[in-house]
């Protein structure tokens, strides 16, 4: 039997302390320069160079990212250094894609500094996956969006991207009443073009913001967009830059956009994965 409960960790209310991260200060004033372009299919193609020069700028490698390599991508964590957070870690894999070999990789790295890593995943194609996450956690049968139904979606099979009718939960439900976790100390994203739906879930005073939940880490798949998902990106990226809260690291474009996100304006994340002596 498999039993969801929240792991213990200090609590503290989201944004509590405005934590000072010299290398997000350095990382954000060099974006804010760049976003000005007006351009959305520019902005798209100019992205991964931007960030790449930025975090260059910024000297993103003292965060002390990890590699986390899949069958067919890259992913990056970064390890708890503060022992006063306790042992437990959640990870949230949304869009398992019948591959875990990150997952298992990062979950090596925890055990090896005595840390606990939890998994939750889901995916609505049972066929490999539902057997293959249940070996390293929980599996929930369906895919997640900015809304809850039946309909057709995107969905990678065989090497292939297809038409499926498959059940969607909508994230914010997922997170808050099915998980009942308010603290997800990394989520993998990969919701196959849904992801646009879920922007909002990212912005000061969100959905998640109005609940008490935060996460600190996330791996982003951007898909492949048309002009109109190009300018929704632009201004999704405009609006984090705005806000100060997530740096945006190791972007690559590659027909889709892979991201890397941290939360830099919770201190429950700053002071659990960061180093003190970048922040104090």
């Keep these: 039997m498999y039993i969801i409960q929240q792991p213990s960790t200090e609590k503290e209310t989201i944004a509590e302390l405005n934590t000072n991260v010299v290398i997000f200060n350095k990382w954000s004033s060099c974006m804010k320069e760049k976003v000005s372009e007006t351009d959305h299919k520019a902005f798209w193609d100019k992205f991964q160079q931007w960030t790449d020069e930025c975090d260059k700028w910024a000297d993103i490698d003292k965060l002390g990212l990890v590699s986390l390599k899949n069958l067919d991508e890259m992913k990056y964590g970064i390890l708890p250094v503060n022992e006063n957070y306790g042992s437990d870690n959640v990870l949230v894999t949304l869009g398992v894609g019948k591959d875990i070999d990150a997952e298992v990789h990062y979950k090596k790295k925890m055990n090896e500094i005595g840390r606990n890593l939890t998994f939750y995943g889901a995916d609505p194609i049972t066929d490999v996956n539902a057997d293959l996450y249940s070996t390293i956690g929980k599996y929930f049968p369906f895919a997640i969006g900015g809304d809850g139904g039946y309909s057709t979606a995107s969905v990678y099979v065989n090497g292939t991207y297809m038409k499926r009718d498959v059940v969607h939960v909508d994230l914010v439900y997922f997170f808050d009443r099915i998980l009942k976790i308010k603290t997800y100390d990394n989520i993998w994203l990969d919701a196959e073009g849904a992801e646009y739906g879920l922007f909002d879930i990212f912005y000061k005073t969100g959905p998640l913001d109005k609940r008490g939940i935060r996460f600190c ?20 990226i405009k609006t984090l830059i705005n806000e100060n809260r997530f740096g945006m690291h190791k972007n690559r474009l590659v027909g889709h956009m892979r991201m890397y996100l941290f939360n830099y304006d919770d201190s429950y994340c700053v002071r659990k994965f960061l180093s003190k002596s970048l922040y104090e």
Excluded: A, G, I, R
Excluded at 218 to 236: A, Y
């Design 217 to 236: 880490q996330m791996s982003l798949e951007v898909h492949m967009p048309d002009d109109n998902k190009k300018k929704k990106f632009m201004q999704f």
